[in-house]
């Protein structure tokens, strides 16, 4: 009931491809559904974040698509860069959980110049 | 957005010995800090929710008296590592809960064991 299931594991994406990430969740209590980027050796950061009200949230280069029904969400990167080469996890948590984020095992990508 | 700050980044210390870890929020209130723990190309694993003011909740399998965690303010939870082997070497993160549950994470401390 708790499990955020993530994939792929990994991903290699060229210069200026979409690179997209697979996220599904299991709780249907959980209400924030957050996207982090994590470079080797550093904390994650908050990428983009996205509520159940909405079906997509854009932020620059960075879209989430987020299906309610099938209790999936996804994160595109746009125009993928070199830069964007990182971990990223997903993550889901609700009001009844105290904040307490509940994660996918992560992807790790690469983007190749 | 919103800041977490950790110290020390990075700590080594011997065998037996105890570490403190501290985690700020540097520009808002947060009742509720978590304590993660994040070993090499896996995911973060939750150690304990740090409360303001009262004791934390600790996830199962986590030993609490070996992990203590003190939020003695609205900004700041501190990790202590007691008599730390060298199998505690580890990543360890914090993050700090903020309005609308946005969570915000520190930039991690590198702890080595000798």
């Known amino acids: 009931q708790q499990q955020v299931k993530q994939s792929p594991q990994s991903l290699i994406v060229q210069k200026g491809g979409i690179s997209i990430i697979n996220c599904a969740y299991e709780?249907?209590?959980?209400?924030?559904f957050p996207w982090y980027q994590q470079f080797p050796g550093k904390g994650p950061a908050l990428l983009i974040a996205?509520?159940?009200?909405?079906s997509e949230k854009k932020e620059g280069r960075f879209t989430i698509s987020f299906n309610k029904s099938a209790k999936q969400f996804s994160l595109h990167i746009m125009d993928s860069q070199p830069g964007d080469s990182a971990t990223y996890f997903c993550a889901g948590t609700g009001s009844g959980n105290t904040g307490k984020l509940i994660f996918g095992q992560g992807t790790t990508l690469q983007v190749k110049p | 957005g919103a800041v977490v700050s950790q110290h020390p980044s990075r700590v080594i210390c011997k065998s037996g010995t105890s570490v403190k870890i501290e985690c700020r929020s540097l520009d808002f209130q947060a009742t509720t800090m978590f304590w993660y723990r994040q070993f090499p190309k896996q995911s973060l694993m939750l150690m304990a929710t740090s409360n303001e003011g009262s004791k934390a909740t600790y996830e199962q399998g986590v030993e609490k008296d070996k992990f203590l965690i003190n939020h003695a303010s609205l900004t700041l939870s501190t990790l202590t590592v007691t008599s730390a082997h060298p199998e505690d070497s580890s990543f360890y993160i914090c993050s700090a809960r903020a309005a609308g549950n946005t969570i915000y994470f520190g930039e991690g401390s590198w702890l080595t064991v000798v």
């Open positions: 709780n249907t209590a959980f209400d924030y």
């Open positions: 996205i509520r159940p009200d909405v």
